[in-house]
């Protein structure tokens, strides 16, 4: 990963965050962009500024963080230059809002402010909000400047790296979108501190999926180190987010528009999809579905003679470990998962493509080539009807 | 022009469009496409077969054109290949009705059909409909393929050309959208002769457009054959289809993102903008709007000095003789054109700019550096108050 992926000391601003700060960066031509990732980086205000062209940014961030870091991160792109007009526009809170009625508030704040096509789009939140601003900066004036200031677990290491935005259809999640590079990534750790017990699982979900798609020593590390990250032990959560960012970082780079390679970060997620969409979303987090994905997908892999029993075992202990459900709703049905998994974007050509593990630990392939009847066996196993 | 735009004899299905049919190569590296112009081409479904990649196509087109040809095109497609599945979904006719509201039966109908990352968009119709349809494919699982059979002049000769698709929103016009190429756009100039006369004449407008602002030939050529266009003469219309689709694509290849010379496109427009926008949307065709933006473009011209007032009056006769407007309705004020100019997408930071005309006939500028009291004279002389 050498190539890709740069933990270097830059120069920071802030006396505080000089020590930890570490550098990701998403190697993409020339969309390109660095991700920060250290303590405190929020009171940075030059280093977002910096990655700011012109003078006018639109923050957009939801009413839960709103509270916490709007008035923060205003003043701190002020301090870094008086110049500097900044906007902003609060979405309600929730899965349940990632649709196009809530997006078009972020469109008509912008035409109400006059916003123009050399403006920046700020996301302050965690991942609705990250994929929201995204879409919302790739279709304004058919393309304005994007920054991210992910502050969930699982927006750092997912949905921050690698473009996807968009919005949820009610006939499926993200199904409305683009691909859309921002500019730069701030993560600010001290942010989680603030966030809520069953989001941060939610989040080491997504951390879980990295070692067990690519990455056996993250995994092994996991194992050993899951109460540190759940006490957000500061070390602990930087070199999580870091590992992550430099897995997804690494994949990204090998195929940005999801042709190939980047399909294996959808590891749980055909499963996790149609339980989201079943149950409504905003029941399940997005990580809680995709915990019990995996743990169904290695299930299959199992009945497939693809992976070793001891996989599934450690990985329905660590996901358990951190509080993590690994068994669908009992409203879930076999036939309504069939149902779901069918509109599902992997399905190409009308067949069926599931990430699916294969070899040793941190192996994984995608594939439609298998017995589909051990995918009948895996619903039948986690299903009572 | 030889590099780019090649007029060559391609092999054709159809015996009836080979002896005419002229090619336009639109020059975008791995986004590059033809445009096939010809009479009857719409028979020749081989060739947009050949240009869909995958098996299944979403036809979009309105309530007017459906009954004139979505049964053709359908019928045409399936001949050339029986296992293609053709779906498709019919959006209410009309400017007033190109926003994000009437574009997500786009995708509910997709989504309903479970239409895969793999499939084709294909817009059947006019301007609207092509500007629509393609951003419905940007966005749809974020980009699916996307190819146009524009049945309008107006677009044939301008929105089939450069990938901006879009909405508008009640505070401006394209506002929301994307730059998205089409695989290929296929022009049957025999769909114009269902085109109701006052729809000819708006497309015409955007040909003396190229005229003014590139192609002083094309522009002498019109004053001479404007009655032959009227007519829907089969050659003076290839020849004029075909010049305007060489200028804009020689344009868009310079500068694909409009970062320079693709803004002089525009010329007429940010007055016509106006006009649309305080009008309402389905009052002025759109070329309609941009006859009277271009008079008073060329207008504020001579008033600053750039261009002789005979190239002024030689546009308004030349529009006129059309039987296209030029000058702005009665409701319009020097109040309300400003206001609406203001959040023209050709504002940067803050200043606006005008694309305006400079030199001989066929020479413009892009500018913000102009005395505004020359913009106030223009809109004194057109607005009465």
Sequence with gaps: MQPLAAAAAAPTASAESAAAMRVVEVDLGDRSYPIYIGQH???????????????RVLIVTNTTIEKLYLQKCT??????????????????????YKNMEVLGQVWDKALECRLD????????????????????AAAYQRGVHFVQVPTTVMSQVDSSVGGKTGVNH???????????????????????????????????????????????????????????????????????????????AEVVAADEKEGGVRATLNLGHTFGH???????Y????????????????????????????SILQRTRTLLQSAGLPVTPPESMSIAGFKELMAVDKKVQAGKLRLVLLKGPLGGCVVTGDFDPAKLDETLAAFCSH
Excluded at 41 to 55: M, S, V
Excluded at 183 to 195: E, F, G, N, P
């Design 41 to 55: 980086l929020l009171n940075d205000g030059a280093r977002l500024r910096q990655h700011i062209p012109g003078n």
């Design 75 to 96: 003043d701190a792109l002020k301090a870094a230059d008086p110049q500097l007009q900044v906007d902003s526009v609060v979405l309600p809170d929730g899965e349940e």
């Design 117 to 136: 096509r050399g403006t920046t789009f700020l996301a302050l939140g965690g991942g609705v909000i990250g994929d929201m601003t995204g879409f919302a």
């Design 170 to 248: 009610p006939l499926g999640k993200n199904m409305i979108g683009a691909f859309y590079q921002p500019r730069c990534v701030l993560i600010d750790t001290t942010t989680l501190d603030s966030l809520p017990r069953r989001e941060l699982a939610s989040g080491v979900s997504e951390i879980v999926k990295y070692g067990l798609i690519r990455d056996a020593e993250l995994f092994e590390w996991l194992e050993g180190n899951m109460q540190r990250i759940l006490e957000r032990d500061p070390e602990a959560i930087a070199h999580a987010v870091e590992r992550s960012c430099i897995n997804k």
């Design 274 to 280: 149609a339980i989201e969409t079943s149950t409504g």
């Design 282 to 309: 905003g029941t399940f987090l997005h990580g809680e579905a995709v915990s019990i994905g995996m743990v169904m997908a290695a299930d299959m892999s199992v009945r497939l003679g693809w992976i070793d029993a």
